[in-house]
């Protein structure tokens, strides 16, 4: 909403954590623009949200192999929140086991 020639946001969310997920730069800017004329916000960092489930990256997925001999390529198990952003390790509760069956 604009008043009196300030623009104030109130919904602005960001999905995408910058911070853990082995990204080339952690930090995130927006960017603003009235026709020619833009600012750039200073960088700013998105943590992940809190636990919520298992994802296996698709570059790890298992392939075919022979019964009794190990997997040729070991899957790799990410602790995500709800957006499908890697935790910290920091944050992980304690005692936390992943089971494979």
Known sequence: RAVAGVVQFLDLSINKAS????LVA??????FFYRETGVITADFFILPAAWSGLFIPTFR???TTIAGQPLT???????????DNRIDPLNIPAGSRVLAS
């Open 19 to 22: 911070v853990f997920q082995e």
């Open 61 to 63: 997925q298992p392939e």
């Open 73 to 83: 390529v070991q899957p790799w198990v990410y602790l995500v929140d709800a957006f």
């Open 26 to 31: 952690e930090g995130y800017q927006l960017r």
